[in-house]
């Protein structure tokens, strides 16, 4: 199985900054192996973001995000307590989740 | 094909109702495997952004793409987009010579603010775009990146 997402929520005044890595190959389907065969496409092409879980961000991917992909947003209006998720979906139809608590530091 | 493994994934599509029922998610374009997926199989940035319905933005200096000038690795190029535009709701990028152009869109509801930071893989030198949608026109921004490694192929 997969290595868990990462993911940090703080809190600077009333703006909250998510920041997510998401351990992925995220495989293009267009390198080859050393034996010359194509390595399939493997990689996320969905990823919900959700704040006291309701959806509040929305992600489509191809196959050009990085491995591991990484990712910063900026929240309004969120304070201590308020539980923060994440959700992606990949084209093999294997998904992952986590969530975090905001919390000041 | 999509469809079915994403239904199947998420269990039914009973399980997605309560995030169409906020207006984030529209019918038929939940977490972009529907219509959206379109644009992500297009070959030029301008097939792409006409399948976005973009074909006609605007350049706009109220938004802005941050990249290196030169990044030394094709696989992991870091950006960075913010759109100070009001009442943007979604963000694009595309890097116009890529074998696939298109390679995110962030749909973002009212309580996130419309920029983000990430990594993205450059196949070679080239036109890095951010795409804008806000009250329902299109804006967008260039920044041309020259790559020392591509980072899709081989």
Not at chain 2, 17 to 26: E, I, N, R, S
Request: charged residues 20%; hydrophobic residues 45%.
């Amino acid at each position: 199985m997969a290595d868990p997402i990462k993911i940090r929520a703080t809190l600077k005044g009333s703006t909250g900054e998510v920041r997510l890595l998401i351990p992925h190959p995220m495989e293009s389907g267009l390198r080859h192996d050393p034996a010359g065969q194509t390595i399939p496409a493997h990689y996320i092409t969905s990823m919900t973001l959700s704040l006291n879980g309701r959806s509040i961000l929305e992600a489509g991917f191809g196959t050009a995000v990085s491995a591991n992909p990484l990712f910063t947003f900026q929240l309004q209006d969120v304070k201590a307590g308020d539980k923060v998720g994440v959700a992606w979906l990949d084209n093999r139809g294997q998904r992952g989740s986590t969530e975090t608590v905001f919390d000041t530091n | 094909m999509r469809r079915r493994s994403f239904l199947q994934a998420f269990g039914s599509a009973a399980a997605l109702a309560p995030l169409v029922g906020t207006g984030l998610l529209k019918p038929g374009m939940a977490l972009g495997t529907e219509s959206g997926r379109d644009a992500f199989e297009a070959r030029t940035a301008l097939d792409a952004l006409r399948l976005l319905g973009a074909g006609a933005a605007e350049q706009n200096a109220a938004l802005i793409i941050r990249a290196p000038e030169i990044a030394e690795n094709g696989a992991a190029v870091p950006i960075e987009g913010i759109s100070a535009i009001p009442g943007t709701t979604q963000l694009t990028v595309l890097v116009d010579k890529n074998p696939f152009p298109l390679v995110l869109q962030f749909s973002f509801g009212p309580e996130v603010l419309p920029r983000f930071q990430t990594r993205i893989k450059m196949a070679e030198s080239s036109r890095l775009r951010l795409v804008a949608m806000a009250g329902g026109r299109f804006y967008t921004v260039f920044r041309d990146v020259k790559v020392t490694i591509g980072g899709c192929g081989e």
